[in-house]
């Protein structure tokens, strides 16, 4: 995206838009693969395993709770760093589950969904011509981010099938120009959970050239057997990381856009100045509700992994006997496969081609990546499991018809 050149015709209003690869060259919004591909999941009837929402509600409770706080008039602007109820439920399930002890008065800042925690911390902390490192493929906003930011976007490639990233690679991404390192383990689209030699170097390289660590964690809670290791709990992470999630996909309330940072009391200060003229605030009767969610027994967590870990198996194992050559997945919503088995080079042709071949609709790897490197993950499609099991079971045998 950022290897986008704007069109002369354009406006100069126009170009900056353009330049972040925010328009395309008539000036248009550009279209992103994931609306194509919804479009064409309505158009043919196909399954949509495109974009990563779930297909069913989450726990009762949570739903009620919102319920209940509209019936009792939580319908107004909240505070600035989000309703203290929900604060404190976020300080308490870092210290349940992680042992972190974050002061929900000053450490803790409520945002409107994760995505608007990236760009309130992009735009605090990135000035112009700065680096940015991310992994890749990368969750797509992070491009659209940087770019719009004016940073500059770095990636250390991860690769099929196993996802881990060459810490050489790592080690030459990060230099004195770096001024955020993101990280998102569990990892949208691979599936990976980072080890913890990765998160070691990643906080070791972070503080020799004194960069911020932000990390996406919204995928926290749905790991495979793999234990999450959150990066601001490793020696001498806390002081310079700003740690996000999000309760959409924990508690399948996606639609809610209820998110949260956790950073040292100066770092929350810096995100909250951009914050407070993005949305100011958000939400206000479903805070308490994802309150509710985060104070949940432990069996409700391992329960929805579980649960996801099924629908993970019912599709890897549709999509191996389909002939695909698969990535197992740690944790997350989706599984990506290899589809040149089947003779297919190139991964985003195939799936417009996918939902009349097969009645299916994935996502070309290729939009989670750079330009220049479309090659390398050309015949790889993300497919999300995020879905009921008879739909998953349906969309595998249907996976079948390619063979
Ligand atoms: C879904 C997702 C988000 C966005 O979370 P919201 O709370 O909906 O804004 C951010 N990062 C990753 C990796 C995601 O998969």
Not at 24 to 33: C, L, P, S
Not at 110 to 133: C, N, R, S
């Amino acid at each position: 995206m950022s290897d986008f050149s704007p069109a002369p015709e354009l406006a100069p209003w126009q170009r900056t838009a353009a330049g972040a690869g925010l328009l395309a060259d008539d000036g248009r919004i550009a279209a992103t693969i994931f609306a194509e591909m919804s479009a064409l999941a309505l158009r043919t009837g196909a399954i949509n395993l495109g974009q990563g929402f779930p297909d069913e509600d989450g726990p009762a409770e949570v739903l009620e709770a919102a319920r209940q706080a509209i019936a009792d008039g939580i319908n107004q602007y909240p505070p600035g760093i989000g309703l203290p109820v929900l604060r404190e439920a976020i300080a308490r399930h870092q210290h349940r589950f992680y042992g972190v002890d974050v002061d929900a008065a000053s450490e803790v800042l409520v945002t409107a969904g994760a995505t608007e925690a990236l760009a309130a911390t992009l735009l605090a902390f990135v000035d112009t011509g700065d680096e940015v490192v991310t992994f890749e493929p990368y969750y797509d906003a992070y491009a659209a981010l940087i770019a719009r930011a004016g940073g500059v976007h770095r990636t250390v490639p991860l690769h099929f099938p196993d996802w881990r990233p060459d810490p050489d690679e790592l080690r030459a991404a990060v230099t004195d120009r770096t001024r955020l390192i993101i990280v998102n383990s569990p990892h949208n689209p691979t599936g990976v959970v980072f080890d913890d030699e990765i998160l070691e170097l990643v906080v070791e390289l972070a503080t020799r050239h004194d960069a911020i660590i932000v990390t996406d964690e919204v995928y926290e809670h749905l790991t495979f057997g793999v234990a999450h290791r959150p990066i601001a709990t490793l020696p001498g992470a806390w002081e310079r990381t700003v740690s996000i999630s999000s309760g959409g996909k924990t508690f399948s309330t996606t639609g809610w856009k209820i998110g949260w940072l956790t950073a040292p009391a100066p770092l929350v200060t810096a995100v909250l100045a951009v914050k407070q003229y993005l949305t100011y605030v958000n939400g206000a009767p479903f805070q308490p509700a994802i309150a509710v969610g985060l104070e949940l027994p432990d069996a409700f967590f391992s329960e929805a992994a579980a649960a996801l870990a099924r629908k993970r198996d019912v599709l890897v194992g549709g999509l191996t006997a389909a002939g695909f050559a698969v990535s197992t997945p740690q944790a997350g919503y989706f599984v990506i496969a290899d589809a040149s088995p089947l003779g297919v080079d190139d991964g985003a042709a195939f799936c417009r081609e996918l939902p009349e071949r097969a009645g299916v609709v994935g996502v070309p790897v290729s939009a989670f990546v750079h330009g220049d490197r479309h090659d390398v993950y050309r015949s790889l499609v993300r497919f999300a499991f995020c879905k009921r099991l008879p739909v998953l079971e349906e969309a595998s045998a249907r996976l079948r018809r390619l063979g």
